[in-house]
């Protein structure tokens, strides 16, 4: 086990739990695993791990011999002016679910084995799935996404990536590489997971101030809004737009910044919502920025 990472409080207590930082560990451990012919289930992470995590974690238990957590804050995937400095960061709370959960192996790597100097590649997906929604605000974000994802099953070599339905262009997004670049890795995309009152959860809600974190569930409440209007017979979009926008302005603390409709598979914007419609949205409240989104 590698305990660079670790103080010796919490080495005793994940003793089952492996921990390495380095790709060549990591690989040296999955190709034994599939030269015996077990399966992996692989799920990435930034961390600061909540229900909506662990849930991917148990569908891959389900379905694998073994299951495999990253936990790596990616700088490459923040722009300048984004949080990564501020992102939640909780590894020793984090090892201790993960322990619970009785995965066998976490990859937590360090800037410098995954982006060593010389590093020179850049994976970019290209295409409709990353022009509208969160790729239209966060340039860079996605090949920041796609370039640490890469490198991840590379060193992981998994027969199925685990991601949330919550993050849903970048789901998208990612099953597109693994298809263009015969990865070979089967990519099993899993529902959201909302705190009691809707919220979608996320590390990033740990940031709310109080006030915020009880004004948040407005975009979900919101979205909701959106689906009940279409299915009292309202279907062009800019309707049923505005009838979710009507809903979030009435809490003046939160900061739209896109809503849209677009085909749930091709992530197109449509002009008349219909059954497979999903309608997403990013917003600020107290400068967090939150994502959630509802199927049709
Ligand atoms: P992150 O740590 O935010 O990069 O998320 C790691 C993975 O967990 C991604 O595939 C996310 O889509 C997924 N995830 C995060 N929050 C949720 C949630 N509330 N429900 C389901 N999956 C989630």
């Not at 940031?207 to 299915?231: F, H, Q």
């Not at 809503?259 to 497979?276: H, M, N, Q, Y």
Request: proline share 4%; with cysteine; hydrophobic share 40%.
């Amino acid at each position: 086990m590698c305990l660079k990472l670790l103080p010796a409080s919490l080495s005793s207590r994940v003793k089952a739990l492996k921990v390495l930082a380095e790709p060549d560990l990591i690989r040296h451990h999955t190709r034994k695993w599939l030269l015996n012919s077990q399966s992996i289930g692989f799920v990435p992470t930034m961390g600061a791990l909540h229900e909506g995590h662990l849930e991917l974690v148990r569908q891959a238990r389900k379905e694998n011999d073994q299951v495999v957590v990253s936990i790596y804050v990616n700088p490459l995937q923040f722009g300048p002016q984004e949080d990564f400095s501020k992102y939640p960061r909780t590894l020793v709370a984090d090892l201790a679910l993960l322990e619970k959960e009785k995965v066998g192996l976490v990859f937590t790597p360090s800037d410098k084995e995954m982006y060593p100097e010389g590093f020179s590649t850049t994976v970019k997906v290209t295409g409709s799935l990353v022009k509208g929604l969160c790729a239209a605000y966060r340039p860079g974000h996605f090949d920041g996404v796609s370039t640490v994802v890469a490198k991840l099953l590379g060193a992981v070599y998994p027969t199925r990536l685990y991601l949330g339905q919550k993050d849903s262009q970048q789901a998208a997004m990612l099953r597109q590489m693994i298809l263009d670049l015969d990865l070979g890795v089967e990519t099993v995309i899993c529902p959201i997971v909302r705190e009691y009152d809707g919220l979608a959860m996320s590390s990033r809600n740990k940031r709310l101030t109080l006030e915020g974190r009880k004004i948040a569930p407005i975009l979900y409440k919101a979205l909701k809004v959106g689906k009940s209007v279409y299915e009292l017979g309202e279907v062009e979009t800019a309707n049923v737009l505005s009838e979710i926008k009507k809903v979030i302005q009435e809490e003046k603390k939160v900061k739209l910044q896109y809503l849209e409709a677009v085909d749930s598979k091709t992530l197109a914007p449509v002009e008349r919502i219909e059954k497979g419609t999903m309608l997403a949205l990013a917003a600020f409240i107290d400068e967090v920025r939150l994502i959630d989104n509802i199927v049709i």
